[in-house]
């Protein structure tokens, strides 16, 4: 019975797997979103939050923006992402992330909740930096064994 219902869920609902996008910390990003009609979307919705924790990244309604009339965007991307203008013609709905940190790590949904077809998108970024903030003194005090470990099977062996 759970065979079959996994298989008609898989069947009916296509659960898209996130593409993913690896940046180093400090740097920009873009994640992208594009209608396969290439319909123009200057006239229309989109919205693109971060799942993880629900964090509303960036909001574009009929040319309205977080930055410019709209409330709501959260705190830790205010200022940082921006949107390519001249490319809605094409129903591109892709953003820029300035800057990133560690803390912008997560998956991303991009949806056209206003459209005939819903459509959405999913990007999962992952935000690499520097393993430590400060020196590790002694090793044996050192909590987080998973992450050495990780580190030597992937330079020393």
Known sequence: MTLHVNILINTCFYLPEPKLITVEE????????????KKDIRFTRFIWKKTDDGQRVFLYDNGDLYSDKLLGQSEQFK????????????????IIIRNTT???SGQYRC???SIQKPQEFYIKLVVVGEYFD???KDVLSFKD???VSTL???CCI
Do not use: I, M, N
């Open 134 to 136: 400060e020196p590790v």
């Open 152 to 154: 030597l099977s992937s």
């Open 145 to 147: 064994w998973s992450l």
């Open 102 to 104: 560690r803390a912008d």
């Open 111 to 113: 949806y056209f909740p």
């Open 79 to 94: 200022g940082r992402v921006s949107h390519f203008p001249d490319e809605l013609k094409q129903g591109d709905a892709s």
């Open 26 to 37: 400090g740097s920009d990003v873009t994640l992208p979103c594009s209608l396969w009609t």
